[in-house]
């Protein structure tokens, strides 16, 4: 079974709409939630930011620079915004903050509530208590893990308990046993396997 492609065209859906369409359920074992394939996140163009934005930034000589950085360093946090409804000026206020606190993906994942937590030491009027934990918890579908075959220095992996894992189909046979128990064989969805024989993207 194919992987399922990414459906960010439909001009008559929301972006928000567009991104939570392209969610995959993630196939392990008691988990049911779903992950955005990273290739959902590359199909967000720079004329789709814009478009997000340009109504509360048309007058904002910063404009171009704002897109810029949110298509290269986040793109993450961006699409998490537009999937908790943050929208409009708020939206526009949220990014700017970003942008001048040179908060970028890299500092995902933020942590739950706490009286300081790093996003309402942006803006405590952006960032309430509500918005942080809606934040938090959609975060984990933008942060499946990206898989690289094994080698001499790294040939397993540790995950925090939130980590979607981005399996796609358990094969029904072949499972095995294990020092500490059963060992099942999972399919990687393609945005989530580096092949080394293939540039990364």
Same mark, same amino acid.
């Given at each position: 079974?194919?992987?399922?492609?990414?459906?960010?065209? #439909?001009?008559?859906?929301?972006?928000? #709409?567009?991104?939570?369409?392209?969610?995959?359920?993630?196939?392990?074992?008691?988990?049911?939630?779903?992950?955005?394939?990273?290739?959902?996140?590359?199909?967000?163009?720079?004329?789709?930011?814009?478009?997000?934005?340009?109504?509360?930034?048309? #007058?904002?000589?910063?404009?171009?620079?704002?897109?810029?950085?949110?298509?290269?360093?986040?793109?993450?946090?961006?699409?998490? !915004?537009?999937?908790?409804?943050?929208?409009?000026?708020? $939206?526009? #206020?949220?990014?700017?903050?970003?942008?001048?606190?040179?908060?970028?993906?890299?500092? $995902?994942?933020?942590?739950?509530? !706490?009286?300081?937590?790093?996003?309402?030491?942006?803006?405590?009027?952006?960032?309430?208590?509500?918005?942080?934990? $809606?934040?938090?918890?959609?975060?984990? !579908?933008?942060?499946?893990?990206?898989?690289?075959?094994?080698?001499?220095?790294?040939?397993?992996?540790?995950?925090?308990?939130?980590?979607?894992?981005?399996?796609?189909?358990?094969?029904?046979?072949?499972?095995?046993?294990?020092?500490?128990?059963?060992?099942?064989?999972?399919?990687?969805?393609?945005?989530?396997?580096?092949?080394?024989?293939?540039?990364?993207?």
């Amino acid at each position: 079974m194919a992987d399922p492609e990414p459906s960010l065209t #439909d001009p008559d859906q929301s972006l928000a #709409d567009r991104i939570l369409h392209s969610s995959v359920k993630s196939s392990f074992e008691k988990d049911s939630r779903e992950f955005v394939p990273e290739g959902c996140l590359s199909a967000i163009t720079e004329a789709a930011i814009e478009e997000e934005l340009e109504e509360a930034g048309a #007058d904002d000589p910063g404009l171009p620079g704002l897109v810029e950085f949110i298509h290269k360093r986040a793109i993450k946090l961006f699409a998490i !915004a537009v999937c908790i409804t943050i929208e409009g000026s708020t $939206l526009y #206020d949220v990014m700017r903050l970003f942008k001048a606190s040179n908060f970028s993906d890299e500092r $995902l994942p933020i942590k739950p509530w !706490a009286e300081q937590h790093e996003l309402s030491s942006l803006s405590k009027k952006k960032w309430n208590r509500t918005r942080i934990s $809606l934040f938090y918890t959609r975060q984990w !579908a933008f942060l499946a893990p990206i898989f690289r075959p094994a080698t001499e220095r790294q040939s397993n992996y540790d995950f925090e308990q939130s980590h979607i894992l981005p399996f796609t189909e358990r094969y029904s046979e072949g499972y095995d046993r294990g020092s500490f128990g059963r060992v099942f064989k999972y399919k990687i969805h393609r945005d989530h396997l580096v092949d080394p024989e293939e540039p990364v993207r």
